[in-house]
């Protein structure tokens, strides 16, 4: 056997090693396959360069050192696809991206009625002084002032030929910031919730993400204070951790039939918890609560099968 054919040979198991790491990305276990298979792929790396050194120096055959890091992923359509926001307070200039509507309402669908705004400020324009009906459109998401906001409704607002907001502002009027509500409920990630619009912290996510495909939250900002119906009738798979700012947690999770996991719940002051887990099964849904024990409880007898000293489902 010649050098050039033992060279071609050793670059062939390289790169069938290296393939049988990209497969091991896309398997459902990825995060573990990889790790054993980079840990085996190492070990016989080296058992085998140390061999084929051995055996063939003399011909000048050198098989030299390689690197098995963590490198190239395979792309997944649940990654977020929003870029990360780098600056979560939007005040002063609107950014690029961001439209500003004022005094909007909403028209109504089966009318043909487009709804209709007052002014539309984009990037480089100054934030007006916020009035309730304002709404602010960025990123996955449509921030509206001192409304909250219900997807049930037959209404829309068509902002302009690429953009059409559906639902409407709920009756429940707010005392104080911003509601944010998912623009488009097919999503199955979603991007960064703005912490503050205008000057005013963004204080609810009631009904944010009801009915739709989201199957892993982002981060809840700490302004916020109702979690109302956030993620009722959604496919979410990983809940995200509940802030000790919130303190409505009503129907958070009613009927998220996927979700499963620990639930990190840091909120003590709960004013409203009715219903946060109906249409849930901690035993069947394998769900386990983390929080403060003196209120876990109550919360977790919103569900079915809520198993006290387990915390939530029975694994004996």
Request: hydrophobic letters at 35%; glycine letters at 8%.
């Amino acid at each position: 056997m010649d050098k050039n054919t033992l060279s071609n040979y050793g670059w062939i198991v390289i790169a069938v090693l290296v393939l049988s790491v990209m497969i091991a990305l896309a398997t459902p276990f990825g995060q573990y396959v990889e790790q054993g298979v980079r840990a085996t792929t190492e070990g016989l790396f080296s058992t085998s360069q140390n061999a084929m050194n051995s055996a063939f120096g003399d011909l000048g055959v050198e098989v030299k050192d390689q690197t098995f890091e963590q490198g190239y992923q395979i792309p997944s359509e649940n990654k977020p696809q929003t870029p990360a926001i780098e600056n979560l307070n939007h005040s002063g200039i609107i950014p690029e991206g961001g439209i500003y509507l004022t005094n909007v309402s909403f028209g109504v669908v089966p009318a043909g009625d487009t709804g209709f705004y007052a002014e539309k400020l984009i990037a480089g324009d100054s934030f007006p002084v916020p009035q309730s009906g304002d709404v602010y459109i960025y990123g996955d998401y449509g921030y509206y002032y001192l409304c909250e906001y219900s997807p049930d409704a037959p209404f829309q607002l068509v902002v302009d030929s690429d953009l059409t907001l559906y639902g409407q502002y709920s009756n429940a009027q707010m005392t104080t910031g911003w509601s944010a509500h998912a623009i488009d409920n097919q999503k199955t990630q979603y991007g960064d919730i703005l912490e503050v619009v205008n000057n005013e912290p963004v204080t609810s996510l009631s009904c944010a993400f009801q009915y739709s495909k989201l199957t892993s939250s982002p981060k809840i900002p700490n302004t916020v204070t109702s979690l109302y119906m956030t993620f009722a009738d959604s496919e979410l798979k990983v809940a995200p951790t509940i802030p000790n700012s919130v303190t409505n947690i009503g129907i958070t999770f009613g009927n998220a039939t996927e979700l499963s996991g620990i639930i990190v719940i840091n909120t003590t002051a709960i004013t409203s918890l009715d219903q946060c887990f109906s249409g849930v099964d901690f035993d069947e849904q394998q769900i386990t609560l983390l929080g403060n024990d003196s209120i876990i409880d109550e919360i977790g007898e919103t569900g079915t099968n809520y198993c006290k000293s387990c915390n939530g489902y029975c694994n004996e």
